[in-house]
Every structure is written in structure tokens, then in C-alpha cells.
């Protein structure tokens, strides 16, 4: 098993709707997680972190951690097109300061 | 400039030459990595580094050279490019401790094309 995967996508939604990215990993992954968001030739940027089990809101955007079930999401409400663009989940490998990338899932936001 | 700056933006080269990509950060981030990012591989990581004189390798670091004599700077070396090299390298920087652990900082990339 990858240490970090994600749905390869490409996913579709309607302008308004919820998109929903998930990724899950491996034993070897561990403690924190992130999601980083790349526009097209440009370079990832942080949306969002999380440790604990649980959800976490930061505006129209929402984390959820199952660590029972080593799987992490990302859900983004009322979408928009401005939010098209491939969103990675990383988490760190345990141990290190390393963060390993799944391959990211490329969200379209259609008008 | 505050941040996270790469050199060469874009860089077209020849198999064999010796290509070096530097890095350079203004926040004395203790940790520097090195990734490429590949269609169909996401980014994977080359080589890291947890302090001036401390590197260490990640998943993809044959034929490349590290080094960081000085904190601020993490310079890839390619010795002798090959075209399975052509990629895009991302450099970033993290604190490493604290609340700012993990989170890394990207810089705008180096699109390097080995002919």
C-alpha cells in the first residue's frame, strides 16, 4: 500500500455544491495531516492541518480525521470556481519530519 | 524578499551536464526539503535537510547531490542530467518544532527539461 492515497479523480461539481476529496494511508503515516491546494503551474499552498481525531472547519472548508480507519477528507462547501484546481494530502511520515503526498485529486468547479 | 526563493524559474539543458537548483529561505526554517513533481507520481520527495550540515536522503535521491553549509541555503546539484530528470523541483521549508511542525512552505518551482 502507498503511504498516502488519494482518489485519482478528476472530480466534477456544480458551482454551490459540497466537493468531497479523500485520501487514506498507511501504518507507516502517522500524527499530522495536511491538505495543500495547486492552481495549475503554481506551487501547493496550506489549506488546512489536523492531528486529532474529528473535524475541523476554517470557513468554507472542513477536515475530518479517522484515524481508526487511516482516512483523511477534505470538504469544501458551496464551491466555487475559483476553487478549481488539485488538492494533495500529505501526512507525515511517522518519526521524521518528512511529509509524503498522495497524488492529488483535480477538482473542477463548474459555473 | 521575505519567503522561500528558487533559482533558475526555468532551466533547458543537455544529458550529462551538471545542473545545480538553488534555494534560498528567509524565515530560518530549520528544516529544507527538496520534491519533484512528476504527472502520475505526485511529488516525491529527493533529499531533506534538518539543519546547516545535516542532510539526509528521502525516496528519489539517486543522481542528485545535496548540501547546506548555511541554513538559509539547500542547493540541488544534478551531477550528470538524464531526461528522466526533466521535471518540475520544488523547494520548502518548514520550523520543524512548535505549531508551525510539518507545515511546509513551497517555493514558485524550477522547471528544469533535460534534451
Known amino acids: 500500500q502507498k503511504e498516502v492515497e488519494q482518489n485519482s479523480g478528476p472530480l466534477s461539481v456544480p458551482e454551490g455544491a459540497i466537493a468531497s476529496l479523500n485520501c487514506t494511508y498507511s501504518?507507516?503515516?502517522?500524527?499530522?495531516f495536511f491538505w495543500y491546494r495547486q492552481y495549475s503551474g503554481k506551487s501547493p499552498e496550506l489549506i488546512m492541518s489536523?492531528?486529532?481525531?474529528g473535524d475541523k472547519e476554517d470557513g468554507r472548508f472542513t477536515a475530518q480525521l479517522n484515524k481508526a480507519s487511516q482516512y483523511v477528507s477534505l470538504l469544501i462547501r458551496d464551491s466555487q470556481p475559483s476553487d478549481s484546481a488539485t488538492y494533495l494530502c500529505?501526512?507525515?511520515?511517522?518519526?521524521?519530519?518528512?511529509?509524503?503526498f498522495g497524488k492529488g485529486t483535480k477538482l473542477t468547479v463548474n459555473p | 524578499d521575505a519567503g522561500i526563493t528558487q533559482s533558475p524559474r526555468y532551466k533547458i539543458t543537455e544529458t550529462g551536464r551538471q545542473v545545480t537548483l538553488m534555494c534560498h529561505q528567509t524565515?530560518?526554517?530549520?528544516?529544507m526539503f527538496w520534491y519533484r513533481q512528476d504527472l502520475g507520481h505526485g511529488l516525491r520527495l529527493i533529499y531533506y535537510?534538518?539543519?546547516?550540515?545535516?542532510?539526509d536522503k528521502g525516496e528519489v535521491p539517486d543522481g542528485y547531490v545535496v548540501s547546506r553549509s548555511k541554513t538559509e541555503n539547500f542547493p540541488l546539484t544534478l551531477e550528470s542530467a538524464t531526461r528522466s530528470q526533466t521535471s518540475v523541483y520544488f523547494c520548502?521549508?518548514?520550523?520543524?518544532?512548535?505549531?508551525?511542525?510539518?507545515?511546509?512552505?513551497f517555493g514558485a518551482g524550477s522547471r528544469l527539461t533535460v534534451l
Open positions: 489536523i492531528y486529532s481525531n
Open positions: 500529505a501526512g507525515r511520515q511517522g518519526g521524521s519530519e518528512k511529509l509524503v
Open positions: 520548502a521549508s518548514s520550523e520543524g518544532t512548535g505549531t508551525g511542525a510539518n507545515v511546509l512552505t
Open positions: 501504518d507507516r503515516v502517522s500524527q499530522s
Open positions: 524565515w530560518s526554517h530549520s528544516y
Open positions: 535537510s534538518a539543519a546547516a550540515d545535516i542532510t
